[in-house]
């Protein structure tokens, strides 16, 4: 049952410039998205409407909702801001790719990202290939800064021209044969209805931010605990492109293998901290009941 939530006399401002009546009970929902009890939710909402103002911008509310859902609970602040922090692992696609890669096999698969396959046809890139004994998977990855920005029906319309100029002769690749093979389109936002649509009725596996229900890029992410490195506060901007550029993308891979901070350029005192907001972000979502291992 959702609580009586008091309504407020205050209007704020969108990212479009629109003005709007300030909801609480959007502060609400998200904030339940990511397993905050009521009473932490009636708590934060009052707290960000004693700082509020009229006009205050939604991004403003939206870091203010973040920086007091920290001090309740840091796993719970690492998925309210899940989608800002995909969207800040760069302006071009690898990291994004490697992400992608990352969740792969922590689902048990063998992968390799930024290959180059020969079509029947043509040579074609591909972002992440990810096979097992059974199975191979080619994904092609569509990474948007923008996160409202969605991935129309001409993504998939292009993928399965590749995708049968891969399937043609995939009889040339010795270890591919006797294997599934599945072509896959992932996003880090949304697809459109058409594109979905389209992609189902030729047999493409799509994976967006919240699609397929419940097995989504959020589900995959939290089932996992393959946070992205971007979600962390103790790193700097830099530090987080350093280790983008490292390939070191996700949290975990980092928790799992600390060893991979050796020959970093960045101070020690500072690998010291990162390993301990590591620790303690991992504590904290056991503790709340994450299956992340």
Same mark, same amino acid.
Request: glycine letters at 6%.
């Given at each position: 049952?959702?609580?009586?939530? %008091?309504?407020?006399? #205050?209007?704020?401002?969108?990212?479009s410039?629109?003005?709007?009546?300030?909801?609480?009970?959007k502060? +609400?929902?998200?904030?339940?998205?990511?397993?905050?009890?009521?009473?932490?939710?009636?708590?934060?909402?009052?707290?960000?409407?004693?700082?509020?103002?009229?006009?205050?911008?939604?991004?403003?509310?939206?870091?203010?909702?973040?920086?007091?859902?920290?001090?309740?609970?840091?796993? $719970?602040?690492?998925?309210?801001?899940?989608?800002?922090?995909?969207?800040?692992?760069?302006?071009?696609?690898?990291?994004?790719?490697?992400?992608?890669?990352?969740?792969?096999?922590?689902?048990?698969?063998d992968?390799?990202?930024?290959?180059?396959?020969?079509?029947?046809?043509?040579?074609?890139?591909?972002?992440?290939?990810?096979?097992?004994? &059974?199975?191979?998977?080619?994904?092609? *990855?569509?990474?948007?800064?923008?996160?409202?920005?969605? $991935?129309?029906?001409?993504?998939?319309?292009?993928? #399965?021209?590749?995708?049968?100029?891969?399937?043609?002769?995939?009889?040339? +690749? @010795?270890?591919?044969k006797?294997k599934?093979? @599945? @072509?896959w389109?992932?996003?880090?936002?949304?697809?459109?209805?058409?594109?979905?649509?389209?992609?189902?009725?030729?047999?493409? %596996?799509?994976?967006?931010?919240?699609?397929?229900?419940? @097995?989504?890029? %959020?589900d995959?992410?939290?089932?996992?605990?393959?946070?992205?490195?971007?979600?962390?506060?103790?790193l700097?901007k830099?530090?987080?492109?350093?280790?983008?550029?490292?390939?070191?993308?996700? *949290?975990?891979?980092?928790? %799992?293998?600390?060893?991979?901070?050796?020959?970093?350029?960045?101070?020690?005192?500072?690998?010291?901290?990162?390993?301990?907001?590591?620790?303690?972000?991992?504590?904290?979502?056991?503790?709340?009941? &994450?299956?992340?291992?």
């Amino acid at each position: 049952m959702i609580p009586e939530i %008091k309504k407020y006399d #205050l209007n704020v401002t969108k990212k479009s410039g629109e003005k709007a009546p300030f909801d609480p009970q959007k502060i +609400y929902y998200s904030l339940k998205g990511v397993g905050v009890d009521d009473h932490t939710a009636e708590v934060i909402i009052r707290a960000v409407k004693l700082e509020a103002y009229e006009g205050i911008t939604t991004k403003e509310i939206y870091k203010k909702t973040f920086n007091l859902l920290r001090k309740y609970s840091k796993g $719970s602040s690492v998925r309210y801001r899940l989608k800002d922090a995909i969207t800040q692992l760069g302006n071009t696609g690898y990291p994004f790719e490697r992400f992608v890669g990352d969740l792969f096999v922590e689902k048990g698969y063998d992968v390799k990202v930024g290959m180059v396959l020969k079509g029947f046809a043509v040579t074609h890139e591909i972002d992440v290939v990810a096979q097992n004994h &059974e199975r191979i998977f080619t994904v092609e *990855c569509k990474y948007h800064v923008n996160p409202a920005a969605k $991935s129309d029906v001409k993504v998939p319309m292009y993928i #399965l021209s590749r995708y049968r100029d891969l399937e043609n002769a995939w009889s040339q +690749y @010795q270890e591919f044969k006797g294997k599934v093979y @599945q @072509q896959w389109i992932a996003t880090n936002t949304r697809f459109t209805n058409d594109a979905i649509t389209f992609a189902e009725a030729y047999g493409l %596996k799509i994976l967006s931010w919240d699609y397929p229900k419940g @097995q989504g890029l %959020k589900d995959w992410i939290q089932l996992y605990g393959m946070f992205p490195i971007t979600c962390l506060s103790c790193l700097t901007k830099a530090e987080k492109e350093l280790l983008i550029a490292k390939g070191l993308v996700c *949290c975990r891979t980092i928790y %799992k293998n600390p060893h991979l901070l050796d020959g970093l350029s960045m101070p020690e005192n500072k690998k010291s901290v990162l390993k301990k907001e590591l620790n303690y972000l991992y504590e904290s979502v056991l503790s709340e009941g &994450e299956h992340v291992f």
